[in-house]
């Protein structure tokens, strides 16, 4: 159980356009989902957290009109990278919590590459 | 605020060997809960384990341990007999109990380990 999907797992773009990730939990509910970006060979860092229904809080220094997140249900949440640039050439991650759970589940990542 | 610290960015060990990844984190918390993950070069975060704050029973799963000292901050883990299949990045992260954060975790930067035959 607990499985989260994510899609594409990679994705090639140029420059000036969008891109759209998706976050699936596959076999619960997910009142929570969490993103996050790993550079290479670098941590993963909180870009923004998403309840279902309501504005995702994004971290400090993250840009909220570029990163365009939509939780609208309780297994499906997106990350829009719009406009993107070389430099957001990145592993994105999501996770997704249940409940109050302190447990969270992770995605396999996607591979964004921005030409 | 919280951190952890992963002082070790590279580990290179020869199989059989025994090696120790260390993690020292900071958080004002009383309750909190700490996590060890593996990164295979696939990307993919597995979970290896939750330790909440209150809770410094060393746990041994297989081949893996941890050992947990509140009094030094401290969440060391430990990998018996290291096989091939162990290189991987760990990571060790923080994720704070207080009401308001919502279980936001913190990840240490990382340590990378080779194991060689």
């Known amino acids: 159980g607990a499985v989260v999907s994510q899609h594409p797992s990679w994705v090639i773009c140029k420059s000036g356009t969008s891109v759209k990730i998706e976050c699936r939990s596959l076999?619960?509910?997910?009142?929570?989902m969490f993103w996050y970006r790993q550079f290479p060979k670098q941590s993963l860092m909180l870009m923004a957290t998403?309840?279902?229904?309501?504005?995702?809080?994004?971290e400090q220094g993250v840009e909220k009109d570029k990163f365009l997140i939509n939780h609208a249900s309780l297994t499906l949440s997106t990350l829009t990278v719009t406009s993107a640039h070389p430099e957001d050439s990145s592993f994105y991650i999501c996770?997704?919590?249940?409940?109050?759970?302190?447990?969270?589940?992770f995605g396999p990542g996607t591979r964004l590459t921005v030409t | 605020a919280q951190k952890v610290t992963q002082a070790q960015t590279e580990i290179s060990v020869v199989e059989k060997e025994d090696v120790t990844l260390d993690c020292v984190y900071e958080?004002?918390?009383?309750?909190?809960?700490l996590f060890w993950y593996k990164q295979p070069p696939s990307g993919e975060l597995v979970f290896l384990i939750r330790r909440n704050s209150f809770d410094e029973q060393n746990e041994i799963s297989g081949r893996y341990s941890w050992n947990f000292q509140k009094s030094t901050s401290s969440f060391n883990f430990t990998i018996t007999a290291s096989q091939v299949v162990d290189s991987a990045v760990y990571f060790c992260a923080l994720s704070e109990a207080s009401i308001g954060t919502a279980s936001k975790l913190t990840f240490g930067t990382g340590t990378r380990l080779q194991v060689t035959l």
């Open positions: 996770s997704a919590r249940v409940g109050s759970s302190y447990e969270q589940y």
């Open positions: 998403s309840n279902e229904g309501s504005k995702a809080t994004y």
């Open positions: 076999d619960f509910q997910a009142t929570t």
């Open positions: 958080t004002r918390d009383t309750t909190y809960y």
